[in-house]
């Protein structure tokens, strides 16, 4: 039995308590925000976000943030957003080597940072490790088997989030490399938002594998520039939760999207979900990195323009297909071989 606390009790971090207390754990469940954790205490549930699961009696639910004291894990489950404030806070509370496990995905807005990045900022003394990979909160909260994978550069951490929270419904593998699996959490929300847009255009399944195959190589393209590695794409936190996102409708980055390809600005299309949409910060950013890196990303440039430049979504596709020819593989063929 592990003591963990969990911050930020959103859909993910109910799912993750809820999960960790079944399974024996001594959880404890953080909010900032008081109504959130009244209204969980009195209905027994998260009723806005996982209707229908009972959060158990055990759980400890508070406002106070120094519940993170001497815990086994501390689980960041704030959006991207609120990770640096957060882990401010925990700042004069945590001891050297405790470990803090981000499940945010996103960058953050003007630095660009990943998340990890931003932790070891404010937490010099604590050991990061990143739970990534295709996992909604609402199959999590119901058994449903899935899989998903544990980074960090600190082995010894990402073993001991393995054999905490892992279970015969949630298989974790660990991984040292960080950076694809942030890169690869973080900006299969731009693909996800994307696959929502041909989903509000009506096209068809041959368009939406057309946008994960290549947007997967994109992905990985800017994620080897940052120094990540090309086979953490092809797995869980890579091509497996880019899969997920651009195909549920539990994700609210494709909502967000469908609601554009129908002919909503992308400010009325987030705001019809009324949730965090972590995706459309995450285009700019990508955007962004992309430039600096000097790496080509098709998708990721007309999703910028289709969100921050109100580009006609039809026109972005039919510009992404009259692109310049290429080959699927790249250097596939030596340069000198080709001229
Ligand atoms: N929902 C999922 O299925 C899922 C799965 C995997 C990863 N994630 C990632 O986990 C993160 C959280 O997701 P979520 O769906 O639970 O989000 P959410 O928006 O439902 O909830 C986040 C929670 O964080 C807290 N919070 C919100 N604003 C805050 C602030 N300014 N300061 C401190 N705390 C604040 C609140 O308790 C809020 O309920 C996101 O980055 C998301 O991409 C979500």
Redesign the pocket.
Known sequence: MSKIAIL??????TALAVMSEKYGHEVTLW???EE?IEAIRSDGENKK?LPGIKVSEKICLTNDISCACDMDLTIL????F?VR??AKKLAPLLKPGQIVVN????LEENSLKRMTQVIEEELPQVKTVVLSGP????EVSRNVPTAIVAASKYEDAAAKVQETLMNQNFRIYVNPDVIGVEIGGSLKNVMALAAGVCDGLKLGDNTKAALMTRGITEIARLGVAMGGSAQTFAGLAGVGDLIVTCTSM?SRNRRAGIYIGEGLSAEEAIKKVG??V?GYKTTHAAYVLSKRAGVEMPIVNECYQVLYEGKNPSKAIKDLMLREKKSEIEDLWPKQKIN
């Open positions: 930020g009790s959103g859909g993910w971090g909010s900032p925000f959130e976000l489950a704030v959006p991207s609120a404030s957060t499940v945010a995905k996103g996992s909604h909160a609402e539990h949730m965090t972590e």
